[in-house]
């Protein structure tokens, strides 16, 4: 793999989806000129900011100035961080100050911030007039590479996460690499967990790039910059081949049903785990589950691991404060993933470092053995 030639040059990747194609270009200075980006790109359209109370703080203001001077009509919808914020409540002050704004179905919602801020405002965007203009301008890693491109939105239900929401694209995304110095390095490091699902999928040198460059990464500059892109591409070839995940666009999800569950388990309370670590420990237990049915070599699982640990992510239970609950708790929380067909279970799993796969119909005694041992660690 070959570092870009200049650190400071924009990196575009195109989603190729037809007449809904778009653009994501990565690259630092790009919340400065969103203004001139949007009058080019959306000539005459208003402006509605989604953002929260954190994000709107540091990066609001310039945000709003670069809009100015491209005199563009904008507004501000602030909601709180966290994702307890992704909820019908929240989803409908922001509806509902939409339409007291009078933005119009060709106008622009501007998503600013991390996967709850483009989640909750991508589905607002897609429901508001039966669909408004959205932007997404992805101001944490994980959002950069991966909540942000492919069109998925929503809401949380107390019967689990994003069971609530649409498929919709955005029309452009942006993502400024310069925001990424503002974050806390737990946030940093719950979006490289997303990094490294994408070599843990099915790109084996990725994952071994990542291992000998993670610092890099973490210290910004070229390798930040390749390791998003990286991502991005390879997303975005996921998403064209398969758009509402009827197929391998599942692959995605490596990690997520058993972090979905923590997630649940422990009330979406990002105090004690936010979604980057719930997919980490997620993903090392997916292949430990999968050496324990004899699917993957036990080493694989121990390197992912102990990369996965020096990096400082979690990757067992009891790195998680507080009680998760017993198994039938985590059970039913998996029961209700999105990926459940007809009541059988569907994980991805994996025969090694690179080389996931959809496993469907998946024994329930299996999971729950599984689970038991888990739990028995902490």
């Not at 040059?9 to 994501?24: C, H, K, M, N, Q």
């Not at 404060?321 to 569907?346: E, F, S, W």
Request: glycine content about 12%.
């Amino acid at each position: 793999m070959s570092a870009p030639s200049d650190p400071d040059a924009i990196t575009s990747v195109p989603v190729a989806l037809g007449e809904r194609s778009y653009d994501i270009l990565i690259g630092a200075g790009l919340i400065a000129g969103a203004g001139a980006t949007i009058a080019a790109r959306f000539p005459g359209r208003a402006v509605a900011i989604v953002t929260d109370e954190t994000v709107g703080g540091l990066h609001g203001q310039a945000l709003e100035q670069s809009l100015d001077g491209a005199g563009i009509r904008h507004i501000r919808i602030s909601v709180p961080a966290g994702e307890a914020t992704k909820r019908f409540a929240m989803l409908e002050q922001v509806v509902d100050q939409l339409l007291a704004a009078r933005m119009e179905r060709g106008d622009l919602v501007v998503a600013l911030g991390g996967g709850v801020v483009g989640d909750l405002a991508g589905f607002a965007a897609a429901i508001v007039r039966r669909g408004m203009g959205f932007v997404q301008m992805p101001t944490s890693l994980l959002a950069q590479v991966d909540s942000s491109v492919g069109g998925k939105t929503g809401i949380n239900s107390r019967h689990g996460k994003n069971l609530i929401g649409a498929f919709y694209q955005p029309g452009l995304v942006l993502a400024d690499t310069d925001v990424l110095d503002t974050l806390s390095t737990r946030e940093f490091r719950a979006g490289y967990a997303e990094v490294a699902k994408y070599g843990l999928i099915d790109d084996p040198g990725f994952f071994g790039w990542l291992e000998a460059n993670w610092r890099g990464i973490f210290q910004g500059g070229r390798d930040r910059t390749q390791a998003i892109a990286t991502s991005c591409r390879a997303k975005a070839a996921v998403v064209a081949r398969d758009e509402t995940e009827t197929g391998d666009r599942a692959l995605l999800n490596l990690g997520h049903t058993f972090g979905h569950a923590l997630e649940a388990a422990t009330g979406y309370d990002s105090a004690r785990l936010v979604h980057g670590e719930g997919v980490a420990i997620g993903m090392a237990q997916a292949y430990r589950f999968s050496a324990k049915l004899g699917l993957c070599p036990p080493d694989d699982a121990e390197r992912m691991r102990s990369h996965l640990t020096a990096v400082g992510l979690p990757t067992e239970l009891a790195h998680i404060p507080g009680d998760v609950g017993d198994v039938d708790r985590l059970m039913t929380a998996i029961q209700q993933d999105k990926k459940v067909t007809r009541g059988a279970l569907t994980f991805i799993l994996t025969r090694g470092i690179g080389r996931s796969f959809i496993a469907g119909d998946v024994d329930p005694t299996a999971v729950r053995s599984f689970l038991a041992e888990e739990l028995a660690r902490r």
